[in-house]
C-alpha cells in the first residue's frame, strides 16, 4: 500500500488466504499476536486496491462478508499446465512408481498443517471396506523439517497410522517436484483433499487434470473446483465416515472412476488452463491501464473542484 502511495500506481491484489476465515478455524490461545495487524491490512487492501482478484466465488463472498463491502472484486481462479498434468497415463504412471495395476490408490498432496485434514484422511481409509483386502494403499505427499510445524504434525500423522496400523500399506512420498509429480496423481485411483477450508484448491485441479477423481472437504473454492457427482464427491470437513463413504464408492467402481476422470480433465481444460486464467488476467491488466474516459475525468474534476477549488485551478490550468 505504501509503494501504491508514493508510485501512484494501481493495485491489483490476490489473497493467499483470509485470516478472518484462518483465524476462526484454530484456537483462540494460538491466534498470533500479528492478527489484528494482518486483518486491518486485509480490510485496507481491499477497499482501496484498485482491484481483488479473487479464485472462485465463495471467496468473494467471504471478503464481502468477513472483511468489508468496500471495493471492486473479480473472480479469476488459478490455473494449472494441463500440459504436465494429464501428460502420463495411469499404467504407464504406475510401472514407473512399481505399483501393481490392480491396487487401490488414495493420494493426498499437500503440506503438513493440522488444517490441512490428513488426519481425517487417515482414518477415514482406515474405515474403508478395503482396508483389509492387502489392495490398497495411501500415499501421503508433502514435504517437512523436524522440529518445525510441519516436522511436527507429520510425526503425529506417522504415529496415528502406526497406531492404527496401517504403516504396511502406507507410504510417506516426501516433497514431490514438479517433475513427478504428475506420475503421482495419474497413479492415483483418487485424490483426496481433506482440508478444513482451502480458498481455491490448486491440488484439486491438478488431480483433475490429470483424470484423476477428488474427493474434497465440501468447504470454500472446492465447492467451486470440484463439481460434486461429477468430478468427485464433498464430504463435511473432519467428518471421517462421510470421507470413509465417498472413498470406497469411487474405489469400488473403476468405471464410474474412469467417468469422474475424464469429466474432471475437462473441466480444467474448459475453465483452469494456465493460458485461459492468463487471458482473463491481461483483459483485466488492460482494461485498468486504459485512459480514464473524459466523462470520468470532468466528474472527478467537478469533485476535486469542489473540495479544493484553488488546487484543481492550478492542476488543470496552469
Not at 478395503?130 to 506417522?158: A, V, Y
Not at 500399506?169 to 506420475?183: C, E, K, N
Not at 490448486?202 to 487434470?209: K, N, Q, S, T
Amino acid at each position: 500500500m505504501k509503494l501504491k502511495q508514493i508510485q501512484d500506481s494501481k493495485q491489483v491484489h490476490t489473497y493467499h488466504s483470509l485470516g478472518a476465515i484462518k483465524y476462526n478455524t484454530i484456537q483462540e490461545e494460538d491466534i498470533p499476536q500479528i492478527a489484528s495487524v494482518r486483518l486491518a491490512v486485509e480490510k485496507e487492501v481491499l477497499e482501496k486496491a484498485e482491484r481483488i482478484v479473487a479464485t472462485s466465488p465463495q471467496e468473494k463472498e467471504h471478503m464481502r462478508s468477513l472483511v468489508s463491502t468496500e471495493g471492486n472484486i473479480d473472480i479469476i481462479p488459478c490455473g494449472t499446465d494441463i500440459q504436465r498434468f494429464g501428460s502420463i497415463a495411469q499404467e504407464a504412471a504406475r510401472a514407473k512408481l512399481g505399483i501393481d495395476k490392480e491396487t487401490k490408490v488414495v493420494l493426498y498432496v499437500g503440506r503438513f498443517d493440522q488444517r490441512k485434514g490428513i488426519e481425517t484422511l487417515v482414518r477415514a481409509v482406515n474405515e474403508s471396506g478395503l482396508r483389509d483386502s492387502k489392495n490398497i494403499q495411501l500415499i501421503i505427499g508433502g514435504g517437512s523439517t523436524p522440529g518445525n510445524s510441519d516436522g511436527i504434525e507429520r510425526d503425529r500423522i506417522e504415529q496415528i497410522v502406526n497406531e492404527l496400523g496401517m504403516s504396511d500399506f502406507t507410504i510417506f512420498a516426501g516433497r514431490l517436484s514438479q517433475d513427478v509429480l504428475p506420475t503421482y496423481y495419474a497413479s492415483a485411483d483418487v485424490c483426496v483433499v481433506p482440508s478444513h477450508y482451502e480458498p481455491f484448491g490448486l491440488v484439486a485441479i491438478e488431480a483433475m487434470a490429470s483424470s484423476t477423481p477428488v474427493v474434497a472437504s465440501d468447504v470454500g473454492g472446492l465447492q467451486f473446483t470440484v463439481v460434486n457427482e461429477e468430478t468427485g464427491l464433498l464430504a463435511p470437513p473432519q467428518d471421517v465416515d462421510a470421507f470413509a463413504s465417498a472413498i470406497d464408492r469411487i474405489l469400488l467402481n473403476p468405471e464410474w472412476r474412469d467417468e469422474l476422470g475424464k469429466a474432471g480433465r475437462k473441466r480444467v481444460e474448459d475453465k483452469f488452463s494456465w493460458d485461459g486464467v492468463a487471458t482473463q488476467l491481461s483483459e483485466l491488466y488492460t482494461q485498468l491501464l486504459q485512459p480514464q474516459p473524459v466523462a470520468s475525468i470532468a466528474k472527478e474534476l467537478g469533485e476535486s473542484t469542489a473540495k479544493n477549488p484553488v488546487l484543481v485551478a492550478n492542476d488543470s490550468f496552469a
